[in-house]
Nanobody, 117 residues
Framework: QVQLVESGGGLVQAGGSLRLSCAAS????????MGWFRQAPGKEREFVSRISWSGGSTYYADSVKGRFTISRDNAKNTVYLQMNRLKPEDTAVYYC??????????WGQGTQVTVSS
C-alpha cells in the first residue's frame, strides 16, 4: 500500500522552471518504479516520465525530453520532476504514480502547473 502526495505546482512564465515533488508513504517505497503523468483540460492523461526503483533507468516522453528531469531520493521517500524551459503547452494537472505488479497501481491527487505566455 502506497500513498502519494504531489506538491510544487504553480504559475510560471514561459521559459521558467518548477520542481514538482511527490512524497510517498507506505511499505517499501524503494521497491516501486515511479512516474509522472499529466492531464490538460479537454485532453486525455498522458505519460510524462518514469524512473526505475533503483533510480538507474529513466524515460521521458518526446514532448518533455531535454527539458524535464525525473529523480528520486529513496531515503526521503520522494520523487521529483524538475521542469525547465516550460512552455504554455505544459499546462496541466500533474500526477505522480507508483508501478507495481505490472500496473500503475497508485496515484496522487495531482498538482496544477500553469505556464503563461
Amino acid at each position: 500500500q502506497v500513498q502519494l502526495v504531489e506538491s510544487g505546482g504553480g504559475l510560471v512564465q514561459a521559459g521558467g522552471s518548477l520542481r514538482l515533488s511527490c512524497a510517498a508513504s507506505g511499505r517499501t517505497f524503494s521497491n516501486y518504479a515511479m512516474g509522472w503523468f499529466r492531464q490538460a483540460p479537454g485532453k486525455e492523461r498522458e505519460f510524462v516520465s518514469r524512473i526505475s526503483w533503483s533510480g538507474g533507468s529513466t524515460y521521458y516522453a518526446d514532448s518533455v525530453k531535454g527539458r524535464f528531469t525525473i529523480s528520486r531520493d529513496n531515503a526521503k521517500n520522494t520523487v521529483y520532476l524538475q521542469m525547465n524551459r516550460l512552455k504554455p503547452e505544459d499546462t496541466a494537472v500533474y500526477y505522480c504514480a507508483a508501478y507495481s505488479m505490472g500496473k500503475w497501481d497508485y496515484w496522487g491527487q495531482g498538482t496544477q502547473v500553469t505556464v503563461s505566455s
